[in-house]
């Protein structure tokens, strides 16, 4: 090839000018931070998602729990085979576990520190104070709280293998609210026979579970302390971190409006006519339910971000952290309240 084509050829193969390259590393430098940022997007709209989904899961969860507890509360039906009576202290037709105390002859009650109850439900504006402690509902004590602390509630019933988890055959004994069996009652009482009617032994169980919010390891749940042999407290659902309990009643033909707090449940005039507590707390017909379910960790941006309506409706502007929350209601008729 001659020098001339050899000066012709040469400017085809020069390289990219400084000015050239510069602009392409600039192309690529912004379609590279565009691919990184949609990339962020999409990784915090799924942690985001991952985390309200996680919620949602453990707020129907908790909520299944109380729901649950709270229909079967004051459970105590009616028995075949039974003397029926008039007067409630001489009929058989209900297993012994609620006052009155039955008066028919021959009654007697095994284990004999076993006492019948004047509540099948009763709430506290806090915790209670002797929560592990009390032998019964009965005797459970209030402690002294602020207006925005977890509120906790007991609640019994008569048990069995049906309403509750069944223990492992071939016994499928009734449980507590944790699993464990619960003590076995014996009841010698009247009953009708093909003879007439004659004394007879029943056997049967009562629940008596109590539901509040503690912290373990930093992590609020919701807890149950049953009545079940070797039952200790345990937590049903990590990230509960507010309870909140109003109660509906109806007292003496007088409506209440609105729902009662624990504290007016005791407080409200018209209930105040009643003999004493467990007569007001027999009054309750309905339970409204409240949760606050945080995310297990900081998934929002700022605070401002972080912000949630609380159970009372009301905005809470500073939040502890950037975790997501949120409040979960649901309202409970209680099918076997007692009037």
């Known amino acids: 090839m001659s020098a001339r084509h050899l000066?012709?050829?040469a400017p085809r193969c020069r390289g990219a000018?400084?000015?050239e390259l510069m602009v392409a590393m600039t192309i690529g430098l912004i379609i590279t931070v565009a691919l990184l940022s949609?990339?962020?997007s999409a990784l915090a709209a799924n942690q985001l998602a991952e985390a309200q989904g996680r919620m949602n899961e453990d707020a129907q969860a908790a909520l299944a729990v109380l729901t649950q507890q709270l229909r079967m509360a004051g459970n105590n039906p009616e028995q075949i085979n039974r003397v029926a009576h008039a007067t409630p202290t001489l009929s058989s037709r209900r297993n012994p576990l609620y006052l009155p105390a039955p008066a028919y002859a021959g009654y007697a009650l095994q284990p004999s520190s076993f006492a019948l109850s004047g509540f099948a439900v009763r709430g506290c504006g806090a915790s209670f104070s002797n929560l592990g402690t009390a032998s019964d509902i009965d005797?459970?004590?209030?402690?002294?709280g602020t207006a925005t602390a977890p509120h906790a509630i007991a609640v019994s019933y008569e048990a069995d293998r049906f309403n509750t988890v069944p223990g492992p055959a071939p016994a499928r004994w009734a449980t507590d609210c944790l699993g464990k069996p619960l003590t076995t009652l014996t009841a010698t009482l009247p009953a009708a026979s093909a003879s007439g009617v004659a004394l007879a032994e029943v056997r049967y169980a009562q629940a008596d579970n109590r539901f509040y919010i503690d912290t373990k390891a930093g992590v609020p749940s919701l807890y149950c302390k049953g009545n079940g042999i070797d039952s200790s407290p345990q937590a049903l659902v990590d990230n509960v971190e507010d309870l909140q309990f109003h109660y509906g009643a109806s007292a003496a033909g007088t409506a209440l409006a609105g729902y009662l707090s624990a504290d007016q449940m005791l407080a409200?005039?018209?209930?105040?006519?009643l003999a004493d507590d467990a007569a007001r707390w027999q009054k309750v017909i309905a339970v409204r339910v409240c949760i606050v379910v945080r995310s297990q960790g900081s998934v929002v941006s700022n605070a401002n971000?972080?912000?949630y309506l609380r159970c009372d409706g009301s905005l809470e502007t500073a939040p502890p952290d950037l975790r997501l929350r949120h409040a979960y209601s649901t309202t409970v008729l209680l099918r076997n309240r007692r009037l």
């Open 268 to 273: 409200n005039p018209a209930l105040a006519l």
């Open 305 to 307: 971000s972080a912000r």
């Open 17 to 19: 000018s400084l000015v």
């Open 38 to 40: 949609a990339y962020q």
């Open 139 to 144: 005797h459970l004590v209030c402690a002294p």
């Open 7 to 9: 000066q012709q050829a």
